[in-house]
T-cell receptor
């Protein structure tokens, strides 16, 4: 069965330092993977998605993620954290269900950014 | 409309009462999803619609939960005889299809509190 595991429930960084949010996936076929962000009291927003066109995917707000098949990983990175990046981040995989694909979420990683 | 609209944004109800949560998807989106997000938890998938049809209802937590979609547009999630454990944010999303790499667009959610 397809699933994603977010390895950290919380990540704390200082403003201006790199961000790494880890996600591993399990899939019997080449997956579609997404990262969503949820700011406090805001709706979920797509950051980026992987669809096999390129292994390095660039998203909004300076985030990017690299698909590594050998490591079954799709980690989210950003070179320099900003205070406004503080939010909950979800790794998502499309799971097959009766001929359709359902976005299935990891448990989330809370990113805390210190001044 | 411009985005996914959910109503009400907040709902406080007494234990044992029935509630209806409404989702108005993006115009033209054939797929519609319901999720539940409890405090500090990831998103729990409840049910999805392709058109007016719900092929997989196995994610609904109990037979007190039901959902329908009419005219391939608005969907209603109904919870009968609410319990305190039903307290959560209920999120609705829509997408243009249920193929593998299709992005889902989320509403702001309905925060349900059962007292």
């Amino acid at each position: 069965a397809q699933s994603v595991t977010q390895l950290d429930s919380h990540v704390s960084v200082s403003e201006g330092t790199p961000v790494l949010l880890r996600c591993n996936y399990s899939s019997s076929y080449s997956p579609s993977l997404f990262w969503y962000v949820q700011h406090p009291n805001k709706g979920l927003q797509l950051l980026l998605k992987y669809t096999s066109a390129a292994t390095l995917v660039k998203g909004i707000n300076g985030f990017e993620a690299e698909f590594k098949k050998s490591e079954t990983s799709f980690h989210l990175t950003k070179p320099s954290a900003h205070m406004s990046d503080a939010a909950e981040y979800f790794c998502v995989v499309s799971v097959a269900s009766g001929g359709s694909y359902i976005p299935t979420f990891g448990r989330g990683t809370s990113l805390i950014v210190h001044p | 409309g411009a985005g996914v609209s959910q109503s009400p944004s907040n709902k406080v109800t007494e234990k044992g009462k029935d509630v209806e949560l409404r989702c108005d998807p993006i115009s033209g989106h054939t797929a519609l999803y319901w999720y539940r997000q409890s405090l500090g938890q990831g998103l729990e998938f409840l049910i999805y619609f392709q058109g007016n049809s719900a092929p997989d209802k196995s994610g609904l937590p109990s037979d007190r939960f039901s959902a329908e979609r009419t005219g391939g547009s608005v969907s209603t999630l109904t919870i009968q005889r609410t319990q305190q454990e039903d307290s959560a944010v209920y999120l609705c999303a829509s997408s243009s299809s249920t193929v593998m790499n299709t992005e889902a667009f989320f509403g702001q959610g309905t925060r349900l509190t059962v007292v």
